[in-house]
Structure formats: structure tokens, C-alpha cells
């Protein structure tokens, strides 16, 4: 029964060892997915939304949805050929984005160059919007390959037609059809602005015509050629300046006048002139404030009301005009390091060169592209800005510019603010050893590169103990923490020190400092402990012995032949008496022997003489006696019938013992008095 | 042998491959900093060179600079609430991760008007292998250039937007799956969809990220994930310490035994404890020979 008890106890214990070895990593669930482990997934419906999507765009002409569509589609989770397909699909489709988006700004372009007879011009804008709209019909058709291929790969023939897959791909296929009717819209418009070139002509025009087109096809009938004169005066001026604008106009040498005649800045309509009689025009205009170096100035005669068919148009040759102005650099020096909360100086320089200075000087200061302040200054300034408590630490773009200003072109010069907080560095008086229970006196100062830091909140941890205090307006600070008990005899323990300065540009100061701890109580203690392990020890296992002898049975009677005699006193009272308790049925000499040990022992623990070895009974008896008195007598009466014992042939009988334990007795007896 | 000393003799067996299994094997639990595996953020602890917390009473009374990152799976309490507020408060950075947690609990407590959704954001086109894993393209410039993808595992997106400034975008093809059947719906909003924003709260500021599992071992190596944790907290500024806020994820016994036994540890290298455990040997031993008996080097 109890082997079996034992093998089910073993088993149960090996079971449950294996249990502990193998089950720990089983037990945790994972409930997130692992992304290496995680399934592939190509989506057919978002990725021809994505194609619709992006046709949208170019129906909207929104180049900037197109790019960003462009610049994602690389991140698109898609199979490699799909990849390919895609990569093709918004590189035709930007293409056509562009183009359409082209074809929107010339087409009116072209119908007001028509009605203004301004064939030459006309033509070749004709060519190249007759080319756009090729390019966008070959876009679309590779657009429209792309999809065919992508809807293979996702086996779009096999989809039902109400799937979403088959929606989404239909959808795209519409938005081709839509961008491809307006190619063609396009090419009506165009053709029809044109109209015949020959009265014979019905179809459209084909490539080659388009190509060969001359400004007197377009004008269906011969023109009379003019010509158009313009002279500035002079051909240098300031910004803001007056200029003379004069010229003539004719045709085959015959003045035309009495007609318009437009004034174009960099090819922008400036003004309308009419000519005189003799075909002249004259007129002065302000040269505009554009801090340009030069500005090409024409003229522009374009028939209308009586003269649509008679005339042609002309664009005089181009007079460039020296634009004069005043230009200046602006050189900025802000602090090295800025902190939140704080002004901050930022110190210009303006550099005219040789021009006259401006002075004062109109200025807006930026910080991170906000403006922050505007005033008037000198050429060699010094700005104040206060920079926001919240402002976050490091680089700030600071700007200032200097608008333009009559012959005074604008300067705008940057520079970078560097914002940190300060740092505040810890004085501290700490004593070199810290006892403990006692109080601890800590005097220090708080001080910063830009002054004292005064006013900020200090706390100072010791073990549990805490302390808060407020530095004062010079930084320093004294505090007294108390030295709580705790587990431990000596060694080094942090002071942690907080500070947290009232202003904004000084940062938060954690530091920690070891202090020397010694634990009195605890030390005191232990030293104590180890005496009384030490000391008392030894003596109270000695006493617990003597206890134990004391508590032994009275011996019983009988008589055995003593073991031969010893040398040492030691060695033969050792050697005689058994560990066990000695009964009543033992030998009478072992007996004997056992008071004599007692007695002998008693002696020892009262005088304080303890037997040494090869010292004789006799011997150590002498030397006691002097020390237990009365009790001496007994002793020396004891150790005569054990010499007899020992050293003699006598054997031990019933008296013998019974008086040994009478004497012995009787010691105690006296001892105790 | 005793039955008595069988059963003795076993348990301190079992208690020392317990011991010794716990410590061995590593942590499973998700974002578990012991954790090594996929789902844990060791990794993420290094690279961004951050630390743990086990319980927010650990924050620095003055957390200039310092960023918490904390996620939310766990419920928090009042006390809880007032030392993240005292934080922020401070000139701290706190970064909420969040999905489908407790997140929304400190907006409401900061009076905060954004929330996290809590409802799945799925991305079918700009994902990574499959549509809960959305991949984000659209970032303000105040996380700079060098971001350009970030990859999140099972997140959400941020809803109430119009008092946080918006730093990244799910894309258009994005959408949230309200009633869970991983399709786009009628009715489910479509992307793109604010996933981390941030906004200045009293002297520090507050990061809102709608997935935490960007940080986790095996995301955190994905795309610019790290770049993009490291640009929401400022790292290239003067940052101070990081700090990872245990206290508020679901831990397993296993976890928890593993956190106890290095606490253990390491109150156990302290030299006074060492020493006191010294002193107990020497006792115990003390008692045992006491009670034994005997003399040391006697002969019997």
C-alpha cells in the first residue's frame, strides 16, 4: 500500500513537471494579425476605382489630383504585372491630363486670333492643337489597353456582369469612352473654326493639310498687307517714369488712319492708341512698377468693323526697354540662442550700394511664415520680438521683408531663429555623511547662462522622505530633510533634486546626488546581535549540556571489573564514561565514574579551574579547593577512592558507589550554600 | 523515501522550472516590452531608445520634454486620468496609440473634442498584402519629406477632427467598416481619413496616432514606421526621456510572474537586501546546528 502511495505520488510529480516545462508558451493567445504571416489579397474593385478615379480627375482638368494619384500608385498592393499595368496607366493618363488641359486654354485662344484676322499667328497654334488632340486619342487608347489587360488578370470575363468587379471595370471603360468624345469634340471645334479651306472641301481636314496650313488659306480670300512702326523715347526709364510710345501705320504706303492700335508690356495689352489722319499714333504711358530688367514693348493693329477682310493684322517688331530701379541687400543677425518667453533681438543692415537710402524704411517681420510685426526703420536696424511661451524649441525661420517702394524694389532677407530653454545648473552643499535617524541641513542656488533662477519649485527626495521648497529670487534655496529609518546598514544613497523654474525658457532640472548613509540604530543592532551570537553562544551551549547531565536517571547497582588505569586525568574520565545516560542496571564502576564526572564538572563551572590535560587529580584537585571551601573536603575524599580505582588493582563494589554518590551529593549540597 | 519528502522534494522542483520557464521563455502578449516576437516592442524600445513604466504614478513631476506613449487597452481610473493631465500640463508630450481601447476615455477627461472611431479602417488598394493593413501616403508638412509610407496593422481613424491639426491621411480608397463586413457600404465613410493629429495642451502636447501596432516588432521595421514615430515626438528636437506606459495593457499571468520575478531581481541585487539575505542564511544556519546539536570536529 504504501509503495503504490509512493509510485502515484512520483507519477503526479512528474506530471506536473512536464506541465510546467511544456505548457508556458501555449498558453498566450495572439489576437493581432502577423503581418509576415498575413494572406495576400489583390483587389480588382479598388484598383479599377483607383483607374476611375483618375480619369476623373483629367474630366475635371485637375493636374494636381492627377500628380497625387501619379505619386501613389507605387504604393498601390498590387501583383507585379499588374504593377506594370498600372505604372503605364497614370503615365498616359498624366499625359492626357496635360494635354487636354492644353487644348482648353488655345482653342479660344485660336478663335479670338480668327476673329481678329490674326492668321499668322493662328497657324501654327492650329498645328499644334491639331497635334494635342492626336496625342490624346493615342493616350486613350493605351489607356484603354492597360484596363483591357488588367481586366484579363482579374478574369473579368468570368465575373458576372452585376458584380462589383464587373461595375468597377465598366466604370472605367465609360470615363475612356467620355475622354475620347472629347478629343473628338475637340477636333469638331477646331475644324469648324477653320471651316473650308477651299469651297470644294466637305471632309475634315487631314493631317497633311493641317500641317501645310498658311495664314492665307485661313483668310479664304487675299488681304491687303499692312505695316505698323514703334519708337520709345527714351529707352531707359525708372519704374513709375513716363515714356513716349509713337509709330505708323499703313498699308502698301497708304496711311491708315483712324484706326486702333494696341500697346502691348511683355505682351500684355497696355493701352489703346488711335492714329491720326496721316496713319500716326502717340501716346505716353507709365512704366509700370515690374523690378524687371528690361520689358519688350509692341504694337498691334488687327482689322475690325469695315476693315474684317480687307486688311490683314500686324504686330510691330519688338523695342526692349531698359527698366531702371533701385535694388538693395538686407543682411540679418539674430541672437545666437532665443528662449521661449523672451525677446529676442534680431539686428538688420540694409546695403543700398551707390543708390540713395531709403530712410525710414517700412519692414514685416515673419516668424515661421506669420506675420508678426510691422514697423519703419533705418538702414541699420534692430527689431525686438517677444517670442510666445509655447514657442517650441529649436530652429524658427525668422523673414523680414521690405515691400517695394516707388523706384524702390522689394528685399526680403531670412534668418534662423534658434529656440532653446535653459538649462539650469545646481550649486549644492551637501554634508559627506548622512546618519540616520538625524536631520540633514542642504543649502545650494540655482543659476542659468542668463542669471539666477529664482522662484522655482524644488524637490528633493531622501529614501521616502520628500521635501518642497521655493528657490528664492537669487537662486538659492536651503532645506532641512529628515533621515527616515529604514532596512540597512551603511552605504550611498541618492538625493533626488527636482527644480521647475517659474519661466518658460528655463527647462526642468532632474538631478540625483549620493550621500554617504550610515544607519546607527540598524548598526547598533547588528553589532549586538553578532555579540550575542559570539559570546553568549559558546556559554549557553555549554549550560544547555550541563542541563542535560543533570536531568540524567540515578545509576543502578551491580559490580563489573574496571577497565585498566590511563595517564591522563582527562582522557581516562572521558574514556570511562558513556554518552547514554548511565542506569541503574550499568556496571558499578561505570557508575562511579558518572558522579565522579558530575562532581568534577560542578567544580569546574563554580571555581571557574577547569581540568587541563596531563594534569593529575590530585593536581587539580589542589588547585580547586582553594576556590569551593567546605566542599573541597568531599572532593578530595571523592578522588582518593577514584585514585585507588585507577590506579590500582581494586575493583569497584556496590559501597564504593553508594558513598561516591553520598559525597557527591553531599557537595552539591555545600557548593549551593 | 517518505511520501512527505516525495511531495516536498517535487514542489521545489516545480517551483524552480517555473521559475526558471517563466524567465526563459520570452513574453507572447501583445506589446509586451519582454516580448520578442512579432507582436511585442522590444525593437521599438530600442530604437527609440525608451523605457517602461508600470504604473503613471512613475512620471516625472517635471516632464519638460519628456514623451509618454501610452495605449490605451485598459481602462483608467480618476487618479490615472490626473497624472496624465499633470503631465501634459507640465510641458510633457503625450502620444496616444490607439484603436480599439480606452483612448477616447482621456480625450473626454482632457475635453478633448477628437476621438478614435473604433471602427476598422480598411484600405483594399493601399495596404500591405491585405486591406487591414492600410498603408498611409498623405502627411502634413510638419512631418517632413523624408516620411513618405507608413503601414499600420488593424487601426482605426480619428473622427472630430476640427481642434487637432491633422498630420496623416488614410488614402481615398480608404473607408471605416462600421457594421464589420469588410466591405464598403452605403453609409460607411470613405477615405481619406485623419490617423494621427496632434494639438498643444496646456504646457505640452498631445499625439494622436489611430494604431498603436505601428510600434510593434514587426511593423515597426515596415516602410517609414520609425521615422514617423520619431517625427510625431520631435526626437530631433531636444527630446527627454520616452517612456512606454505598461500599466494600461492586458497582461497574461505569464507576463505578469515575468514583471514580478525582474522586481524581485532586482530588489534581490541590492546589496542590503543581499546582505540581509546573508544574515538570514546565517541565522537559519545558526538554529539548525543549535538544534541539531553536537560538537564541530568531535569524534563519535
Request: proline share 5%.
Amino acid at each position: 500500500m504504501k509503495k503504490l502511495s509512493q509510485r502515484i505520488a512520483i507519477f503526479a510529480c512528474l506530471l506536473a513537471i512536464c506541465f510546467t516545462v511544456f505548457a508556458s508558451p501555449a498558453m498566450a493567445a495572439e489576437p493581432q494579425e502577423n503581418p509576415d504571416t498575413a494572406k495576400v489579397v489583390y483587389d480588382g474593385v479598388s484598383f479599377f476605382n483607383f483607374y476611375s478615379n483618375t480619369l476623373d480627375f483629367v474630366l475635371e482638368r485637375s493636374q494636381s489630383g492627377v500628380d497625387t494619384n501619379v505619386q501613389k500608385a507605387p504604393f498601390a498592393n498590387v501583383s507585379p504585372v499588374l504593377s506594370d499595368y498600372l505604372e503605364y496607366f497614370v503615365n498616359s493618363t498624366n499625359s492626357v491630363c496635360g494635354l487636354i488641359i492644353n487644348l482648353d486654354k488655345s482653342i479660344p485662344e485660336i478663335k479670338t486670333l480668327l476673329q481678329q484676322s490674326r492668321y499668322s499667328e493662328a497657324v501654327p497654334l492650329i498645328q499644334n492643337a491639331f497635334a494635342n488632340i492626336s496625342l490624346v486619342e493615342y493616350n486613350v487608347n493605351n489607356i484603354e489597353q492597360s484596363t483591357a489587360d488588367a481586366g484579363i488578370e482579374f478574369n473579368i470575363s468570368h465575373a458576372s456582369v452585376t458584380s462589383s468587379l464587373n461595375t468597377s471595370y465598366t466604370a472605367v471603360l465609360d470615363r475612356i469612352q467620355r475622354i475620347r468624345d472629347l478629343a473628338a469634340l475637340y477636333r469638331s471645334m477646331l475644324t469648324e473654326q477653320i471651316g473650308p479651306l477651299t469651297p470644294e472641301q466637305v471632309s475634315p481636314l487631314t493631317q497633311e493639310q493641317i500641317n501645310a496650313l498658311t495664314p492665307e488659306q485661313l483668310a479664304k480670300k487675299p488681304l491687303l498687307q499692312t505695316q505698323l512702326t514703334l519708337t520709345i523715347t527714351p529707352t531707359e526709364a525708372f519704374v513709375g517714369d513716363t515714356i513716349k510710345v509713337e509709330g505708323f501705320l499703313s498699308s502698301d504706303g497708304n496711311p491708315l488712319g483712324n484706326r486702333q492700335v494696341n500697346i502691348l508690356l511683355n505682351s500684355l495689352q497696355s493701352l489703346t492708341v488711335n492714329t491720326d489722319f496721316q496713319g500716326h499714333y502717340s501716346n505716353d504711358i507709365q512704366v509700370p512698377y515690374w523690378y524687371i530688367p528690361e520689358i519688350q514693348i509692341q504694337s498691334l493693329y488687327y482689322p475690325s468693323s469695315d476693315d474684317v477682310g480687307v486688311y490683314s493684322s500686324v504686330l510691330s517688331t519688338s523695342v526692349p526697354l531698359k527698366v531702371l530701379f533701385y535694388e538693395a541687400s538686407l543682411t540679418l543677425s539674430p541672437d545666437i540662442n532665443s528662449y521661449p518667453g523672451k525677446e529676442t533681438t534680431i539686428t538688420g543692415q540694409f546695403d543700398y550700394g551707390q543708390s540713395p537710402e531709403l530712410n525710414p524704411r517700412k519692414i514685416e517681420l515673419d516668424l515661421d511664415n506669420t506675420l508678426v510685426s510691422e514697423s519703419e526703420v533705418s538702414p541699420g536696424f534692430t527689431e525686438k520680438l517677444l517670442l510666445p511661451p509655447d514657442t517650441e524649441t529649436g530652429q524658427h525661420l525668422i523673414t523680414i521683408s521690405a515691400p517695394a517702394s516707388g523706384r524702390y524694389a522689394s528685399v526680403t532677407a531670412h534668418a534662423t531663429l534658434n529656440v532653446k530653454k535653459v538649462i539650469p545648473v545646481l550649486t549644492i552643499h551637501l554634508p559627506s555623511v548622512a546618519f540616520i535617524p538625524g536631520t540633514m541641513s542642504i543649502k545650494g542656488q540655482l543659476n542659468s547662462e542668463i542669471g539666477p533662477v529664482g522662484q522655482a519649485h524644488i524637490t528633493m527626495t531622501f529614501g521616502k522622505e520628500k521635501v518642497d521648497i521655493i528657490s528664492g529670487d537669487d537662486g538659492t534655496f536651503n532645506a532641512k530633510i529628515k533621515n527616515n529609518m529604514s532596512f540597512g546598514l551603511f552605504g550611498s544613497q541618492p538625493l533626488e533634486f527636482t527644480a521647475v523654474p517659474q519661466e518658460p525658457w528655463q527647462t526642468a532640472l532632474t538631478t540625483s546626488r549620493n550621500i554617504m548613509t550610515v544607519y546607527v540604530v540598524n548598526c547598533s543592532a547588528l553589532l549586538c546581535v553578532l555579540a550575542i551570537l559570539g559570546v553568549l553562544l559558546p556559554r549557553k551551549i555549554r549550560f544547555r549540556k550541563t542541563r542535560s547531565i543533570e536531568k540524567e536517571k540515578m545509576p543502578a547497582v551491580g559490580v563489573t571489573q574496571s577497565e585498566p588505569t590511563q595517564a591522563s586525568s582527562i582522557s581516562i574520565i572521558n574514556s570511562l564514561l558513556p554518552e547514554e545516560e548511565t542506569s541503574n542496571n550499568s556496571a558499578p564502576d561505570k557508575r562511579l565514574f558518572y558522579w565522579y564526572r558530575i562532581v568534577i564538572q560542578l567544580v569546574q563551572k563554580v571555581s571557574g579551574v577547569f581540568l587541563k590535560p596531563n594534569q593529575t587529580l590530585r593536581e587539580f584537585v589542589s588547585e580547586s579547593c582553594n576556590k569551593i571551601g567546605l566542599a573541597g573536603k568531599y572532593l578530595l575524599e571523592f578522588t582518593k577512592i577514584m585514585e585507588k580505582v585507577l590506579y590500582s588493582p581494586y575493583r569497584v563494589n556496590e559501597d564504593d558507589v553508594k558513598s561516591g554518590e553520598k559525597l557527591a551529593r553531599n557537595m552539591r549540597e555545600s557548593l549551593k550554600k | 523515501m517518505k511520501i512527505q519528502s516525495v511531495l516536498i522534494l517535487t514542489v521545489v522542483i516545480v517551483v524552480i522550472v517555473s521559475l526558471l520557464c517563466i524567465s526563459l521563455f520570452p513574453s507572447v502578449q501583445d506589446f509586451m516590452s519582454y516580448n520578442t516576437t512579432w507582436n511585442g516592442i522590444r525593437r521599438s524600445l530600442i530604437d527609440l531608445n525608451a523605457g517602461t513604466i508600470d504604473t503613471l504614478k512613475e512620471l516625472p513631476a517635471a516632464p519638460s520634454n519628456d514623451v509618454l506613449i501610452t495605449i490605451p487597452y485598459m481602462q483608467y481610473n480618476d487618479t490615472d486620468l490626473e497624472e496624465l493631465k499633470n503631465f501634459v500640463d507640465g510641458g510633457g508630450t503625450l502620444m496616444v496609440m490607439d484603436d480599439y481601447g480606452y483612448g477616447n476615455s482621456i480625450l473626454e477627461y482632457l475635453n478633448i473634442d477628437c476621438r478614435f472611431s473604433g471602427d476598422a479602417l480598411l484600405d483594399p488598394l493601399f495596404c500591405y498584402k491585405n486591406q487591414w493593413f492600410p498603408e498611409i501616403t498623405d502627411f502634413s508638412s510638419a512631418i517632413g519629406k523624408n516620411v513618405q509610407l507608413v503601414a499600420m496593422d488593424h487601426a482605426t481613424a480619428l473622427i472630430n477632427t476640427n481642434s487637432v491639426e491633422v498630420v496623416a491621411w488614410s488614402s481615398p480608397d480608404s473607408y471605416l467598416d462600421k457594421n464589420g463586413n469588410e466591405k464598403l457600404d452605403k453609409g460607411e465613410v470613405q477615405g481619406p481619413l485623419p490617423v494621427a493629429a496632434r494639438l498643444h495642451f496646456g504646457g505640452g502636447m498631445i499625439i494622436l496616432v489611430s494604431d498603436p501596432s505601428i510600434i510593434i516588432n514587426s511593423m515597426v521595421v515596415k516602410d517609414d514606421n520609425l521615422l514617423f514615430v520619431n517625427q510625431l515626438i520631435g526626437s530631433e528636437a531636444q527630446t527627454g526621456h520616452i517612456m512606454i506606459d505598461t500599466s494600461h495593457l492586458v497582461e497574461k499571468p505569464m507576463d505578469v510572474t515575468k514583471a514580478k520575478l525582474a522586481d524581485v531581481e532586482r530588489v534581490l541585487l541590492q546589496p542590503y537586501v543581499l546582505l540581509g539575505v546573508v544574515f538570514l542564511i546565517f541565522i537559519g544556519t545558526s538554529i539548525f546546528v543549535l538544534k541539531t546539536g553536537g560538537a564541530i570536529g568531535r569524534k563519535s
